[in-house]
């Protein structure tokens, strides 16, 4: 795997031009540099990953902030290309490596429409340029006058929506899926986001938008565009979503059952493999999309009709279709699959909110499916590892990843939010850290507060480690007695690079009732500077994962 160049150098002068010529910089570095004894030297003022976006929109006459956005978007700004091994349809040659052309690049753009070959095609900032230029091409050809500089709220709609246009194709049926990934922007835009750079710790951070860009304040005709169309589902727990028209399957899909699988992408990428009119060696079809908040739609979405076939990619590597089930796909930025393994992970993905409408769609469906077949039993349609149930596609104890893979799956979280008798997470619970901070230096004491409802006995605090596998689990660093206490203070030090080699840092707070049910549970992230390098810390979950 080719690694990214360490920052250039630059002098206090060409920043404070570099300023001048381009605005308020809206991105910082940050002391993060690494090493064995956990004394990393402060990279300059501006790393390399900085200064290629800076450099790119100058030369292409595109703003910086939507070019980082853009990254986000698509990939968290990843630039490696996912792919995942079947061996089964590799002959005697090996196994065969299936994949999607978004997930090719940190912009969601083919290597081959970006014009990057070779060993230099995995780096962020040849990547960063070669969109720059793209997005430039594309832009001339469809004859669009549009400013160097987004100021206003109306320059920034234009620039969003005429990128959307190349980001997902931009037919007038496709025009839905043009509005999330729209929509998607402007939420990157104004919560900002943040990145560090696994080889030497430079944090990019794009920060929040000063001014909240608001669809209230776009032109009549932008605000227009801007309405999603949509209608009544089959269950009343999601919304109808209107998808580019289709050739109908005439087999029929009997469904008796659930199956819910995971799409690594965002929401308006995931609806984006959802055409099957487009060439792919890799099919994730969904009746059914679950997005993780409320932010960009108010609801799941239905897809397809319950009598449509939907196609996935078998275990085998052939394209399947499903013919006895409904596909449930639960979308979001998991992390990057490289022959098969997870790397730059974010467990962060799935959220509870995601997983109480995964309920409440399982069981919709399944009421819908008892009411026209009285064989359908409802208690077994929503029992999870029922032959007639609810079966979560997971990666289980395989070596590799499968497309479709469920990861950071917790059978006592996802079993949790399902409508049972046996399990039901009866509230929430959150994590903070002190002062909302989120940058720290290895060994430093990260003082955390966690609230959750009445009644917890007790508390469980753990982090994402990885193991030797490559495989990414939760270790358990330190579990608390809870008796009358609604909220609870909490104190860890860390001194390793993280699961990702990078210093991003995962912790997730789990807590139980008398009866050892699991009552909420909460994750979050933080970034860690002058960490140890190469030193993965050995944890019992790597012997006992499932």
Not at 3 to 30: D, E, H, N, P, Q
Not at 59 to 78: D, H, M, T
Not at 471 to 496: A, G, H
Request: charged share 25%; proline share 4%; net charge neutral.
């Amino acid at each position: 795997m080719n690694k990214l160049i360490s920052g250039v150098t630059m002098t206090w002068s060409s920043i404070i031009l570099r300023c001048a010529l381009s605005g308020t910089m809206f991105f910082a570095a940050f002391g993060c540099g690494k090493s064995k004894k956990s004394k990393g030297v402060a990279p300059a003022p501006e790393g390399k990953i900085q200064a290629q976006f800076s450099l790119s929109a100058a030369k292409y006459q595109i703003p910086k902030r939507l070019i980082i956005a853009a990254g986000f978007v698509e990939s968290n700004l990843s630039p490696y290309m996912s792919t995942v091994p079947y061996f089964s349809i590799g002959g005697e040659g090996g196994a065969k490596d299936l994949g999607f052309h978004l997930t090719e690049s940190a912009f969601g753009v083919s290597r081959s429409e970006l014009g990057l070959t070779g060993d230099g095609a995995d780096l962020l900032e040849n990547q960063i340029d070669a969109y720059a230029s793209w997005l430039r091409k594309k832009i001339d050809e469809s004859d669009s006058e549009l400013p160097a500089n987004a100021g206003s709220t109306t320059e920034k709609f234009r620039w969003i929506w005429e990128m959307s246009k190349f980001h997902r194709q931009g037919e007038e049926l496709k025009r839905n899926i043009r509005i999330l990934w729209s929509k998607s922007m402007i939420q990157v835009l104004n919560e900002g986001a943040t990145w560090q750079d696994p080889d030497n710790g430079e944090l990019l951070e794009l920060k929040p938008e000063g001014a909240k860009i608001s669809e209230s304040q776009f032109p009549p005709e932008g605000r227009a565009l801007f309405k999603i169309t949509d209608d009544i589902s089959d269950i009343s727990n999601a919304r109808r979503f209107e998808l580019t028209s289709e050739s109908v399957d005439i087999l029929r899909n009997n469904p008796r059952k659930i199956k819910v699988i995971h799409c690594p992408l965002g929401l308006s990428a995931c609806l984006e493999l959802q055409d099957t009119t487009v060439e792919s060696s890799v099919k994730l079809g969904a009746h059914y999309v679950i997005p993780q908040d409320k932010v960009l739609v108010k609801r799941a979405l239905q897809i397809k009709d319950h009598e449509r076939r939907v196609k996935i990619t078998a275990a085998d590597g052939s394209i399947t279709a499903v013919k006895d089930a409904i596909v449930i796909m639960l979308v979001g930025n998991s992390g990057r699959y490289v022959d098969g393994r997870r790397i730059d992970a974010n467990p962060t993905w799935f959220t509870p909110y995601q997983l109480r409408s995964l309920a409440a769609v399982i069981s919709g469906v399944c009421k819908v499916l008892s009411q026209n077949d009285d064989r359908i039993d409802y208690k077994r349609c929503i029992t999870p590892e029922d032959a007639d149930g609810v079966d979560f596609h997971h990666q289980s104890t395989r070596s590799t990843y499968r497309w479709g893979d469920i990861p950071d799956y917790d059978k006592s979280i996802f079993w949790g939010y399902l409508k049972t008798n046996e399990s039901n997470i009866s509230g929430e619970a959150t994590l903070k850290f002190a002062g909302d901070r989120r940058r720290y230096s290895a060994g430093e004491v990260i003082r955390m507060n966690t609230n959750f409802v009445p009644g917890v006995k007790w508390l469980r605090l753990q982090r994402a480690v990885r193991c030797d596998d490559g495989k990414l689990v939760w270790d358990t660093m330190r579990t608390d007695p809870i008796r009358s206490r609604d909220s609870w203070p909490l104190e860890v030090s860390i001194w390793d690079a993280g699961p990702n080699s990078n210093g991003r840092q995962f912790v997730r707070v789990l807590v139980y009732g008398a009866k050892n049910e699991l009552m909420g549970w909460a994750v979050d992230h933080l970034f860690l500077s002058k960490y140890d390098e190469g030193f993965n810390p050995p944890s019992e979950a790597c012997f006992f994962n499932d």
